[in-house]
């Protein structure tokens, strides 16, 4: 056991620790904390009756509970508290007892203390999680012993102790995750950045300020990947500490991965390597050559290009993201419930050269939606819309139409449940036609995350008859 764990472990033992939020990141956490036996009390907004599950697997542990809309009310005494990723900071509960002297902190603001391998972190609006997975199996790939977490993989907190300093861990971070880190990892990559969770974020500032911790702790042996393409990422190299790197799907730049002769590379100053051409990229979109582009620029010091062309060629992508669910009498339908932004639902549309069958709509969060009114219209014949954001989009279209006088023949259908929604898109479906669940919203209108979303829309998608 490296010297961090034990001096942690010696620090909280004895200390009262609150836990807020008994959810995928923090049920593991509990049970670390447990088994290091100090005092835990666990708070959840939910009733208890909606965690039986969870529940069930903390029973062989002594824990104390709150439950219910009022759980915070009973945030007093503690010495740590383990912030939920998503749960603002500042709430007044949780300043109240920083006043008071407790220790505000998350999951992976521990982790960070306590990894003793070397760590690469992604983030970023669009794309952060096939990145990361690109990044992870390419590693992996190349024969290095890899743990996989943040936002995807497993909670690492809970596996801190076996991993070895010679390992590479790889992580997917959001801004709830990283807006109060006080530490980067040793290779940041930035995909790009658009509006996006300002339902949570106080303004556009706040959230490009949580997304720019992934690198502002760096030190000058550290290195930061980013999009030349994306204005907002390309001014973060005038506050990067460590070594810059670029990647470009539109430019050519001195440096970095771009797209140069029909194919990707990575140039330096002394040698270009021609890496993968685009058409041998298993997965479809312009956006999955940005991502291989981000991959390449982080891993070429340590993955081979033979192992790169290899993971092109091969990998199948991330489930929710353009997944392939079925293809009936000739109709695809592809699940992107990832797709909770406008900008997502637009990369997803790109990805086809043919007009599709899109089913968009659900929880607003407080983002603009007039720039998938175009796109819309362009790559769209059939639009079927479920939700609070369906006015929104639907809007969005009709000013693109009057605007553009393109899309008169666009049919709009309104639903409001996934059962009619997927009737609608089968019904209207003609062979060789396109489906497509991309809804640039988030699931919390009628779902408790983005994957029971596609989950529910497969599982329908499947039982549809011949």
Not at 2 to 20: T, Y
Not at 396 to 409: E, F, L, P, S, Y
């Given at each position: 056991?490296?010297?961090?764990?034990?001096?942690?472990?010696?620090?909280?033992?004895?200390?009262?620790i609150?836990?807020?939020?008994?959810?995928v990141?923090?049920t593991?956490?509990?049970?670390?904390l447990a088994?290091?036996?100090?005092?835990?009390?666990?708070?959840?907004?939910?009733?208890k009756?909606?965690?039986?599950d969870v529940?069930?697997?903390?029973?062989?542990y002594?824990?104390?509970?709150?439950?219910?809309?009022?759980?915070?009310?009973q945030?007093?005494?503690?010495?740590?508290?383990?912030?939920?990723p998503?749960?603002?900071?500042?709430?007044?509960?949780?300043?109240?007892?920083?006043r008071?002297?407790?220790?505000i902190?998350?999951?992976?603001?521990?982790?960070f203390?306590l990894?003793?391998a070397q760590?690469?972190a992604?983030?970023?609006?669009?794309?952060?999680?096939t990145?990361?997975?690109?990044?992870?199996?390419m590693?992996?790939?190349?024969?290095?012993?890899?743990?996989?977490?943040?936002?995807?993989?497993?909670?690492l907190?809970?596996?801190?102790?076996d991993?070895?300093d010679?390992?590479?861990?790889?992580?997917?971070?959001?801004?709830?995750?990283?807006?109060t880190?006080?530490?980067?990892?040793?290779?940041a990559?930035i995909t790009n950045?658009?509006?996006?969770?300002?339902?949570v974020?106080?303004?556009?500032?706040?959230y490009?300020?949580?997304?720019q911790?992934?690198?502002?702790?760096?030190?000058?042996?550290?290195?930061?990947?980013?999009?030349?393409d994306n204005?907002?990422?390309?001014?973060?190299a005038q506050?990067?500490k460590?070594?810059?790197?670029f990647?470009?799907?539109l430019?050519n730049?001195?440096?970095g991965s771009?797209?140069?002769?029909?194919f990707?590379?990575?140039k330096?100053?002394d040698?270009?390597?021609e890496?993968?051409?685009p058409?041998?990229?298993l997965l479809p979109g312009?956006?999955?050559?940005?991502?291989?582009?981000?991959?390449?620029?982080?891993?070429?010091?340590?993955?081979?290009?033979?192992?790169?062309?290899?993971?092109?060629?091969?990998?199948?992508?991330?489930?929710?993201r353009?997944e392939l669910?079925?293809?009936?009498?000739?109709v695809?339908?592809?699940?992107?419930?990832?797709?909770?932004?406008?900008?997502?639902?637009?990369?997803g549309?790109?990805?086809?050269?043919?007009k599709?069958?899109l089913?968009?709509?659900?929880k607003d969060?407080?983002?603009?939606?007039?720039?998938?009114?175009?796109?819309?219209?362009?790559?769209?014949?059939?639009?079927?819309?479920i939700g609070?954001?369906?006015?929104?989009i639907?809007?969005?279209?009709?000013?693109?139409i009057?605007r553009?006088?393109k899309?008169?023949?666009?049919?709009i259908?309104?639903?409001?449940?996934?059962?009619?929604?997927?009737?609608k898109?089968?019904?209207?479906?003609l062979?060789?036609?396109?489906?497509?669940?991309?809804?640039?919203s988030?699931?919390f209108d009628?779902f408790?995350?983005?994957?029971e979303?596609?989950?529910?829309?497969k599982?329908?998608?499947?039982k549809?008859?011949?």
């Amino acid at each position: 056991m490296n010297n961090k764990i034990e001096e942690f472990k010696n620090s909280i033992k004895g200390k009262k620790i609150a836990v807020l939020g008994i959810g995928v990141s923090n049920t593991p956490l509990i049970k670390y904390l447990a088994e290091i036996g100090v005092d835990i009390t666990a708070f959840d907004k939910n009733e208890k009756d909606k965690l039986k599950d969870v529940l069930k697997c903390l029973e062989s542990y002594t824990l104390k509970y709150h439950f219910g809309k009022d759980y915070l009310k009973q945030l007093k005494g503690f010495d740590v508290i383990f912030r939920t990723p998503g749960m603002r900071f500042d709430l007044p509960e949780l300043e109240e007892e920083r006043r008071r002297g407790a220790k505000i902190t998350s999951e992976m603001e521990a982790f960070f203390e306590l990894c003793p391998a070397q760590i690469f972190a992604v983030t970023g609006s669009d794309g952060k999680t096939t990145t990361t997975s690109l990044i992870y199996t390419m590693l992996k790939e190349q024969g290095f012993n890899c743990w996989l977490g943040g936002n995807i993989g497993i909670p690492l907190l809970s596996k801190v102790e076996d991993i070895k300093d010679s390992d590479k861990v790889v992580l997917e971070l959001s801004s709830f995750q990283l807006h109060t880190m006080k530490s980067s990892p040793e290779i940041a990559a930035i995909t790009n950045i658009s509006p996006n969770h300002l339902d949570v974020h106080k303004s556009l500032e706040e959230y490009i300020e949580a997304k720019q911790n992934i690198f502002i702790h760096q030190n000058n042996s550290n290195k930061l990947i980013l999009n030349y393409d994306n204005e907002t990422t390309r001014r973060f190299a005038q506050k990067a500490k460590g070594n810059t790197v670029f990647f470009s799907r539109l430019n050519n730049i001195p440096e970095g991965s771009m797209i140069e002769n029909g194919f990707l590379i990575y140039k330096t100053n002394d040698k270009t390597v021609e890496i993968v051409k685009p058409e041998e990229i298993l997965l479809p979109g312009v956006h999955n050559v940005e991502n291989y582009l981000a991959a390449i620029a982080v891993v070429n010091e340590y993955v081979s290009p033979e192992v790169i062309r290899k993971v092109a060629r091969t990998f199948t992508g991330v489930e929710h993201r353009i997944e392939l669910v079925r293809e009936l009498n000739g109709v695809r339908f592809y699940n992107d419930s990832i797709a909770s932004s406008p900008s997502r639902t637009i990369a997803g549309l790109n990805s086809f050269n043919q007009k599709l069958i899109l089913i968009a709509g659900g929880k607003d969060k407080g983002i603009p939606y007039d720039e998938i009114g175009e796109p819309i219209v362009d790559k769209v014949k059939i639009l079927i819309l479920i939700g609070p954001t369906a006015p929104r989009i639907e809007q969005a279209v009709k000013d693109a139409i009057k605007r553009t006088g393109k899309g008169q023949d666009l049919n709009i259908l309104h639903c409001s449940s996934y059962e009619e929604v997927v009737k609608k898109a089968h019904e209207n479906a003609l062979e060789g036609d396109i489906v497509i669940l991309s809804p640039a919203s988030t699931s919390f209108d009628m779902f408790k995350n983005f994957e029971e979303r596609g989950n529910v829309f497969k599982e329908i998608v499947r039982k549809l008859k011949v």
